[in-house]
T-cell receptor, first 112, second 112 residues
Framework: DVKVTQSSRYLVKRTGEKVFLECVQDMDHENMFWYRQDPGLGLRLIYFSYDVKMKEKGDIPEGYSVSREKKERFSLILESASTNQTSMYLCASSSFQGAEAFFGQGTRLTVV | KQEVTQIPAALSVPEGENLVLNCSFTDSAIYNLQWFRQDPGKGLTSLLL?????REQTSGRLNASLDKSSGRSTLYIAASQPGDSATYLCAVTTDSWGKLQFGAGTQVVVTP
């Protein structure tokens, strides 16, 4: 079974902190994605990566950056956390064009 | 821009009834359509993937159809059970990277 693992289920951080959300997949997938999910706004794409060290902006990249130094790991970085980044963050991976996407268990981030 | 709509937003049925969930999309140029299940506070679980060239997919009590030309997909869940209570999301892929465009979801409650 494909497994996508996010490092934390719940996080509480202070405004202005630098925050790292980690995601690891174990199926050698090329593509990895970070989404955020908010009530009334649904799931929105923040960033994605199609190869090691390659990244592309999604629909809402402002305030975020990403890192992919190894194929299996994709990190989302909040450079200076703000309260409007309180959200559920979901990582996903897929292997090739048209392939099934698999999601992690989600990280509920609260910025206070 | 691709728009994905799910109707109804919420649905309550007694145990044993069949569930019918609808998903529509505005741009028929999709690579695939995927149905997910999400339990409260959790990540997304992939249920079915339908490639753009397919008309339907089945897995156990679940059957999903796709009519690309009319921009519609329907998820049928036969003989519903209380354990089927969850939010069901559909998503389409419209580019080669596998980025997903989601509907807002249908929240399902199956009462014993």
């Amino acid at each position: 079974d494909v497994k996508v693992t996010q490092s934390s289920r719940y996080l509480v951080k202070r405004t202005g902190e630098k925050v790292f959300l980690e995601c690891v997949q174990d199926m050698d997938h090329e593509n990895m994605f970070w989404y955020r999910q908010d009530p009334g706004l649904g799931l929105r794409l923040i960033y994605f990566s199609y190869d090691v060290k390659m990244k592309e902006k999604g629909d809402i990249p402002e305030g975020y950056s990403v890192s992919r130094e190894k194929k299996e790991r994709f990190s989302l970085i909040l450079e200076s956390a703000s309260t409007n980044q309180t959200s559920m963050y979901l990582c996903a991976s897929s292997s090739f064009q048209g392939a099934e996407a698999f999601f992690g268990q989600g990280t509920r981030l609260t910025v206070v | 821009k691709q728009e994905v709509t799910q109707i109804p937003a919420a649905l309550s049925v007694p145990e044993g009834e069949n569930l019918v969930l609808n998903c529509s999309f505005t741009d028929s140029a999709i690579y695939n359509l995927q149905w997910f299940r999400q339990d409260p506070g959790k990540g997304l679980t992939s249920l079915l993937l339908i490639q753009s060239s397919q008309r339907e997919q089945t897995s156990g009590r679940l059957n999903a159809s796709l009519d690309k030309s009319s921009g519609r997909s329907t998820l049928y869940i036969a003989a519903s059970q209380p354990g089927d209570s969850a939010t069901y999301l559909c998503a389409v892929t419209t580019d080669s990277w596998g980025k997903l465009q989601f509907g807002a979801g249908t929240q399902v409650v199956v009462t014993p």
